[in-house]
């Protein structure tokens, strides 16, 4: 089998992705299937493995499929990085690239009774550049670009350009946010247009979310529907739950019905060294603190981050400091601070600040073991 496309994604991406040092694993049994390419058919039961990593600006991540029914074995490795100035307001790009890889032997197909095989490879990019608004309760992006693949499945070449565009609302209500959405690609003979919208609660470890859309113009009949729901179990583990339902990608233009997975995250790896990102100061009875000073701080703040799923909680008055205490395992965490109007905020003093990829700023906490 030629893996030229994998092979190239691989070479371009993994080094980056492996200095980060902070990896998720995840297992995932159902009627799978990989959205973006036709490498993966959910006709009958799998088990996905998954290899990522994520920061607020960019993500790669490297799937497989473990048939236990008669569909094909698929790996995909894809990766997406997001580059925007910083402010409330302001430019962003977003690039996305992925490869497949697929291979499918079905006994009996040959005259001798033998097997035939059906072999798959492509590979696709995604380029968009937009600008992006957001407040601390709306957020809002426009994008414009183009989609294009290549692909060899069964023998059947295909080659696709798109021009295509997308723009999304977001209302935020922590623990509430409420999207909508309208996307389209088009060529001179053909068009494709979907419009939804999705809702997201958190609250605690657990975060469930939902969406609907239709496609007004070309894709499939019928709503398309998503739902999901997680629960974090500890720092490192999460459980996880999904179901997809009438999908369409105008880019291979592929149709799938209903899937559906039960699934298990866990972070793996060591956090990185203490150069890279601020450590936290440790207690002697082994917490962790963050803390701001108070001139920093229009009022009494809340912190917000990966170790309270997002929802800000109270800091405490010490001296001339607000902080926050939490037992943490070791690992690499991103937080940021809420005003009391509600506006998000990284004071300049604050080390290991990055941009969120919205025109905003986290900062990089990393707790050594």
């Known amino acids: 089998m030629r893996l030229p496309a994998l092979a190239l994604l691989t070479a371009l ?36 493995l998954g290899l990522s990593h994520a920061a607020p600006a960019d993500w790669i991540g490297l799937s497989a499929a473990m048939p236990l029914g008669t569909d094909p074995f698929w790996a995909v490795l894809a990766g997406w990085k997001r580059v925007a100035t910083t402010g409330s307001a302001g ?35 995604d380029v968009r550049a937009g600008v992006f608004a957001r407040s601390s309760s709306i957020a809002f992006e426009m994008r414009g670009g183009a989609a294009a693949q290549r692909s ?66 070309g894709g499939v009949d019928g709503i398309t529907w998503t739902a999901a729901a997680r629960a974090g179990v500890g720092h490192r583990v999460e459980l996880q739950l999904a179901a997809r339902g009438n999908s369409f990608d ?20 060591r ?19 963050i803390r701001i000073a108070t001139r920093d701080a229009a009022g009494a703040p809340s912190i917000a981050g990966d170790f309270t799923n997002w929802k800000p909680v109270p800091m405490q008055r010490d001296g001339g400091h607000w902080t926050y205490a939490a037992h943490l ?26 941009d969120d990829g919205m025109g905003g700023e986290t900062a990089v906490l990393v707790v050594a073991s």
């Open 250 to 269: 105008p880019l291979y233009l592929s149709a799938t019905g209903t899937t559906f997975s039960l699934g298990l995250s866990a972070r793996i790896g």
């Open 13 to 48: 991406a993994l080094p980056r992705a492996a200095a980060a040092q902070e990896w998720r694993a995840t297992a995932q049994v159902g009627r799978v299937n990989y959205g973006s390419t036709p490498g993966g058919a959910a006709e009958n039961a799998s088990m996905v």
């Open 91 to 125: 430019l962003l790009l977003d690039l996305t690239g992925h490869g497949f890889v697929q291979r499918q032997r079905t006994a009996g197909a040959l005259p001798t009774g033998g097997l035939a095989t059906a072999d798959g490879e492509g590979a696709g990019a």
């Open 152 to 217: 060899d499945q069964h023998g059947v070449v295909q080659s696709r350009f798109l021009p295509a565009a997308d723009a999304r609302v977001s209302l935020i209500r922590l623990p509430v946010t409420i999207s909508g959405e309208a996307r389209g690609w088009w060529t001179g003979t053909e068009h494709h247009a979907w419009t939804g919208g999705t809702l997201q609660i958190a609250e605690g470890p657990f975060v469930v979310s939902g969406g609907a859309g239709e496609w007004v113009s």
């Open 329 to 354: 395992e070791p690992g690499v965490y991103h937080y940021a601070f809420v005003a009391g109007d509600g506006h998000w905020f990284v004071p300049k003093s604050v080390p290991g600040r990055q």
């Open 271 to 289: 956090a990185p060294m203490a150069g890279i990102a601020p450590v936290a100061p440790r207690g002697r009875d082994g917490r962790s603190v």
